[in-house]
């Protein structure tokens, strides 16, 4: 499960314990227990913007400036959720031949 992440300097889901940087959170977890275990994995990922292989910023800078996820996707993209939620075998696949039966009947 990845997490849309936006830096933010009024609201703040969550700030970097390196820079001190605020972001807002925007995710689909239902249960606390995930959401703990999320913002667990956020915290280390943002850490690791500010690492050596990084380039070592301590700053804000160090962060994407636009929205981005986390953690990082580094897997194929046909197994990406938002591939997986597109595909034929999604819900919202599956709804569209009712809606177009309602078009037919309606004609």
Request: one cysteine or more; glycine letters at 6%; hydrophobic letters at 35%.
């Amino acid at each position: 499960m990845q997490v849309l992440l936006r830096r933010s300097n009024f609201r703040q889901d969550i700030k970097c314990s390196v820079c001190g940087q605020g972001f807002r959170l925007y995710w689909e977890l239902n249960s606390a227990s995930e959401r703990f275990t999320m913002r667990a994995i956020v915290l280390g990922e943002l850490r690791e913007h500010h690492s050596r292989e990084q380039g070592g910023d301590s700053t804000c800078a160090a962060h994407p400036a636009d929205l981005f996820r986390l953690p990082t996707w580094l897997g194929s993209p046909q197994f990406s959720r938002a591939t997986l939620l597109a595909s034929p075998a999604s819900r919202m696949h599956r709804a569209s031949p009712r809606a177009s039966f309602i078009t037919e009947y309606s004609k």
